[in-house]
Structures are given as C-alpha cells and as structure tokens.
C-alpha cells in the first residue's frame, strides 16, 4: 500500500516551459488535492477534484490546471511557467471524513 | 470554517506527555477539529479529528471541551520524531480547503 505517490520528486525549469505533475493514490479516495507550499509559510489549495472526471478551483488556481481521469491519478499543469510558480507542490487525497493524505511534495524551481 | 489559535511553539522533554493547546471559539456546531502535522520538507501527516467527544488513536488523543471552544492534542510519550509543526483546523466535514495557519513548533527534547 504505496498511499500518495508524486512523480516528479524534484524539477527546475525555464521560464515559460510547462510541466505536468502526477499524482497517485492507491486508497480508492473520491477527494483528490494539489497545494503548494512557500518558504515559510502554510499551504494554498490550488485545485481539488470530488471524483473522477470533476476539478474545481481552490484558493490560488491562476497559472495551473488538473485533470482526473482516472480515480487513483490527479495530474497538475503548468502552461508557461513563471518564477513565482516556484514552490512545493502537494498532492492529497482525502478519506470520509475529510482526512487528507499527503505525498512527499514536488519541489519546483522556475528559473 | 472557524478560526484557531495555538501558541507558535513549546518544548517537551522525551518520554514526557506533549500536551498541545488549540483554541476554536467561533467554532460552529458542525465543525469537526483536525490535527495534522508536518515534519521538516515532508508533507503534512493526519494525526486525528474528532466532533466533540474525545479520540483516540494509536498516533494521539484528542480532548474537547464540552463547549468546543478548545481542545487539546495529546502525544502520551513523545519521541524525537515527533518534533513538528502541529496544525489545528476547525472545518466542516465535506469542506475542501485545509487552512493550515502557523502552528505549533513542538520541539522534543532528548
């Protein structure tokens, strides 16, 4: 039971190149989430999915999108990445009673 | 969601209870507390939540007062591993957006 996998584990890009972030849980989670993480400070919800085939924005969506297509994969994208896009990214997934399940982050650096 | 308060950081001696405050008096009679933590550059880890009757787990236990207005995480013999920054969230059951805040430091001490 691997729990929250993200695949990358580390990534530096230019910018204006995009990249795709995976995630997966082998949970069998509706409630899927991607946040990021700055230095110092908490994390922001960036999209969140309530099953397969649904995102919706959370507080910081701009510069991102998700999709769900499969049940255990939530993908993040970045189209042109920005140098404020660099961060940790999160990804969870969450069980019946909203706890969430963290992976061990992608850290991303826009150059 | 309701918003929490917790002291920014505390020690505890290794082998000792670490008891851990958080204050939640706008909390609605809907909300559940949530504790997470989040050890160094590693993703944040669930530790418990509950309603309003106390919770345990193999990880914590967790006190509410009979009011809901706080509550206390208990680590009944905390370990070097456990030093964290310890989160508190007041949040509906069904709700998205995990506003983590600043949390505790607990830092264990051998």
């Known amino acids: 039971n691997a729990g929250v996998t993200q695949t990358p584990k580390f990534r530096v890009l230019k910018t204006g190149q995009s990249m795709t972030l995976l995630c997966a849980q082998d949970m069998n989670h509706e409630y899927m989430y991607w946040y990021r993480q700055d230095p110092g400070m908490g994390l922001r919800l960036i999209h969140y999915s309530v099953g397969e085939g649904t995102t919706a924005k959370g507080e910081v969506p701009d510069g991102y999108n998700v999709s769900r297509l499969k049940k255990q994969n939530f993908l993040l994208g970045l189209e042109s990445a920005a140098p404020s896009q660099t961060s940790v990214y999160f990804c969870?997934?969450?069980?019946?009673?909203?706890?969430?399940?963290f992976g061990p982050g992608t850290r991303l650096t826009v150059l | 969601d309701a918003k929490t308060t917790q002291p920014p950081s505390m020690d505890c001696a290794e082998g000792r209870a670490a008891n851990l405050p958080c204050n939640h008096s706008?909390?609605?009679?809907?909300?559940?507390v949530y504790w997470y933590r989040q050890i160094h550059s590693q993703g944040p880890q669930y530790i418990i939540h509950?309603?309003?009757n106390n919770e345990t787990n193999e990880m914590a236990s967790l006190i509410i007062t009979e009011d809901r207005k706080s509550s206390t995480l208990i680590l009944p013999h905390a370990t070097l591993r456990d030093t964290a920054v310890y989160y508190c969230i007041a949040l509906l059951t069904g709700a998205n957006n995990l506003f983590f805040g600043t949390g505790t430091r607990l830092t264990v001490i051998p």
């Open positions: 706008t909390i609605s009679g809907n909300e559940y």
């Open positions: 969870a997934s969450g069980g019946v009673y909203n706890e969430q399940f």
């Open positions: 509950g309603l309003k």
